[in-house]
């Protein structure tokens, strides 16, 4: 009998899938989530309950495309978990099922969710889950990759099919909010999620010359390569993209890039 997590962010899809899923004589309950944060703080607790907790989760069906976090997001941070539950993506765009196989994803179902389709998605998953496994399903502290050294540098780690790495922040042009995650966008183009907030960052990171220009983004002082004002409105460019400055943040901004410039 399974446990199952559906994550959709459009009301109707979720209360659809929800419907076909406790149809299912294989699942035993399946409970909702509207967004990926929402459905990472249902799978951490599930985690450190344990399988045989109340809370326990077997099998998520994600939706990909999401406000904030991916589906393909929530799968990566979900490979940092020693078990973490089966995934299964059901998505209306076909262009992602690459991706979703090499994040080890069980199957692929396209909307609209045929209840045959997914009878048979609910099989396979049946059918890993009864195999032989190790007891426990908590998370394991990640194997961690040698940081290199860096002279004077601040690094932050970040995990990555559990693996832990070692980012310089000098590397790190700006940070995007994403809920209680934040995503470090660096100089060579790559990006990472992190488990923790904004605030904290803009907080951590003042004496390192980053700045809060909204409340979705903090940004390296020195990776600013444009301040363009029209009609009332701010906007910086940083790394080829065009952020929005809040007004509050505004005058602030122009303050601090003068000064900036003069030293």
Known sequence: ?????????????????????????????????????????????????GPDGEDAVDVVFLDIHMAGLTGLD???????????????FVTAHEGFAVQAFDL?????????????RLAEAVRRVSDLAAA??????????????????????????????????????????YVEAQGDYARLHTRGGASHLVRIPLSTLEERWASRGFVRIHRSHLVALSRIEELRLDAGTTTVRVQGAELAVSRRHARQLRELLMRHARS
């Not at 959709?8 to 967004?35: C, F, K, N, V």
């Not at 799968?75 to 020693?82: E, M, P």
């Not at 399903?137 to 002279?151: E, G, M, Q």
């Open 132 to 173: 032989p496994g190790p007891p426990e399903a908590v998370p394991l502290r990640p194997a961690v990759h040698p940081a290199p050294a860096v002279s004077g540098g601040e690094q932050i780690p970040v995990e990555l099919g559990g693996v832990t790495r070692f980012i310089p922040v000098d590397d790190i042009s």
């Open 104 to 116: 080890k994803a069980v199957d692929y179902v396209l909307k609209p969710v045929r209840r045959e």
């Open 1 to 49: 009998m399974l446990r199952a997590l559906a994550v959709d962010d459009e009301r109707p899809a979720l209360e659809e899938l929800l419907y076909l899923l406790r149809s299912d004589p294989r699942i035993t309950s399946a409970e909702g989530a509207t967004d990926a944060t929402e459905a990472l703080r249902r799978i951490t607790r599930a985690l450190q309950a």
């Open 74 to 88: 929530v799968a990566r941070l979900l490979t940092g978990f020693a078990r973490p539950p089966l995934v299964v």
